[in-house]
Every structure is written in C-alpha cells, then in structure tokens.
C-alpha cells in the first residue's frame, strides 16, 4: 500500500537559518511526490513536485526538495528561512499504479519561524 | 483566471439536517476530491471521482454523499448520519497526467448549531 510519512509534527527555526522538513514514502513503482504549504483557514498551495530526473528540484518561495530513492526519502528544504513561512506543509505521493487518481497525504508538520 | 471555488466559506448546520457544500472547478480537471480536515490534523479522503458520473468512496464516507453530473461540479452533502460534522471541508481537482498536482479550494468550515 502507499504512504507517507512525516515524522515530525513541529519544526522550529530562526529566521534566516536553513530549514528542512522531512518526508519519507513507500509506493510501488516509481513515485510522483508533491509538497504543499497551507495558512490558517485556507486551502492547500502547492509548493513543488518530483516527477523524474534532477534529485533536487526547486519550487515556489525559494523552496526547494532532494529527492532520495535509497533512502525513499523528499525532504523539503529552504536556504534561509522567513517568518512568513511559518504554516502548515505537508508531504503527498500520487499512486503510480492502478490508482492513478488517489494521493496520499502525511500528516503534517507546524513550522514555527521565529524572528 | 482558473481555480477552485467553494462555498459557502462558514456553514452551521442543526441536528438531524442535512446540508450541501458546493465545489466548482474550471480548471478543466477529470478528477476531482473530497477532503475533511479536523483541527491540527492532517487530511482524510472522504470522496473522489475521476470522471462525470462516477465516484469511489475515500476512507471515511459514511455519513456523506457526493454526485458528479457535471466536469465542472462536485457538490458534497453532509447527511444526518454523520455524528461528528464539525470540521474544515476541502475540494480538489487534478488533471490526469502522473505529474499533475492536486489544486485545493479555499475550503467551508462546518459546524454545529
């Protein structure tokens, strides 16, 4: 079955200090990850994907993943961290097999940026 | 500009009453998702249909019911079977290529009257 998994609820970082969020999956087939970020009462904002190809992929708001195959691992990193990333991200692979429409999402994790 | 849109934004609903979240894309997506979201917690499927007039049950759809008669449409209704509304109710949409990601509405808070 596929998962994810975020192993850490709470992240805290200094403002302008590098910040990684940590990602672990387990699929069949090779996997089609995705990075969210969602603010208080709003809707998920996608943030990034690994599709193929580069292991490290940049997206949005300077916001970058490293994909590793051996360690099944997409941790979510960003060189220096701003206050307003403070929310909610959250890790998600979609099905690459007979499912192809179902996304399964981890649980989360609260980063606290403080100034 | 293309995007999802749900309303309305806060809905109350009083017991035993059945109540209606609408969930419109124009984004031109086959698939479209169902998502419930307690406080502090990650997101569960409740729903999801991959093209018109077809729909799988996600993880916990007891107590929801959901049609698909338009591309466009994916209007959720929360029954009186479900005890525990309370929550914040998100839609999705995604194309159909492996790479596409999912694209979330602004969501409706639920709660009870």
């Known amino acids: 079955a596929q998962s994810v998994a975020q192993p850490e609820d709470q992240v805290n970082v200094a403002e302008g200090n590098p910040l990684t969020v940590k990602c672990t999956y387990s699929?069949?087939?090779?996997?089609?990850l995705f990075w969210y970020v969602q603010y208080p009462n709003r809707g998920l904002q996608f943030l990034l994907k690994y599709i193929t190809g580069d292991n490290l992929v940049k997206g949005s708001y300077g916001f970058e993943a490293e994909f590793n195959k051996s360690q099944t691992s997409f941790h979510l990193k960003k060189p220096s961290a701003l206050v307003s990333d403070s929310a909610l991200y959250f890790c998600?692979?979609?099905?690459?097999?007979?499912?192809?429409?179902?996304?399964?999402f981890g649980s989360g994790t609260k980063l606290n940026v403080k100034p | 500009d293309g995007g999802i849109t749900q309303s309305p934004k806060y809905l109350f609903r009083k017991e035993g009453q059945n109540v209606t979240l609408s969930c419109e894309q124009n984004l031109n997506h086959d698939a479209m998702y169902w998502y419930r979201q307690d406080p502090g917690q990650g997101l569960r499927l409740i729903y999801y249909s991959q093209i018109v007039n077809d729909f799988q049950k996600g993880d916990i759809a007891e107590g929801y019911s959901v049609s698909r008669e338009k591309k466009e449409s994916f209007p959720l209704t929360v029954t009186s079977a479900q005890k525990n509304p309370t929550a914040f109710y998100l839609c999705?949409?995604?194309?159909?290529?492996?790479?596409?990601?999912?694209?979330f509405g602004d969501g409706t808070r639920l709660s009870i009257l």
């Open positions: 998600a692979v979609r099905d690459p097999g007979g499912n192809f429409n179902k996304f399964y």
């Open positions: 999705a949409s995604s194309g159909q290529g492996g790479g596409q990601p999912q694209h």
């Open positions: 699929v069949s087939g090779n996997p089609y």
